[in-house]
């Protein structure tokens, strides 16, 4: 789908994801997926999500997309109703929702599909060194306020 801006998008209803963030071990660490090269954008860092379905809210797309990128999610991912935050990245026509969840702990996901080429999970500025997909780089900031 091309934007109002001219950008070239997936989903035709938008895109969600959801940033997971866990505070156990001292400083909040967040999971990001290594895309595939063979992916839009592979070889960047992201975090787990895509194209909304019909009827599906950004919390509920970016949960399913989660799950199909990492494997069924444990049981401390709370599924709502409120994210710790919300952040839109909005191009008129078209718009990408980042929620940030709050975890109990680190996880280690039990399987990747063919876009996840890895995982891993880091400190707010450990992440600024690893090469983010461009629009989470820029939301970066908005995302890890407070961390």
């Not at 595939?36 to 992201?46: D, E, F, I, L, V």
């Not at 975890?103 to 996840?116: D, L, Y």
């Not at 500025?125 to 690893?130: F, G, P, R, Y």
């Amino acid at each position: 789908m091309l934007c109002s801006r001219g950008c070239q998008h997936w989903g035709a209803l938008g895109a969600a994801g959801v940033l997971l963030r866990a505070a156990d071990l001292g400083e909040p660490r967040y999971l990001l997926v290594l895309r595939h090269p063979r992916s839009h954008q592979g070889g960047t860092w992201a975090v787990p999500g895509g194209a909304l379905l019909p009827g599906e809210s950004p919390l509920d797309g970016a949960l399913r997309e989660a799950e199909e990128e990492l494997g069924p999610l444990p049981a401390h991912v709370p599924r709502g109703p409120v994210p710790a935050h919300e952040y839109v990245d909005d191009h008129g026509s078209w718009a990408y929702t980042t929620l940030v969840l709050n975890v109990a702990t680190v996880f280690e996901p039990t399987a990747t599909n063919w876009e996840t080429a890895d995982w891993t999970w880091v400190s707010a500025s450990q992440a600024l060194s690893l090469p983010l997909l461009p629009p989470l780089r820029a939301a970066w900031p908005a995302l890890t306020l407070g961390s």
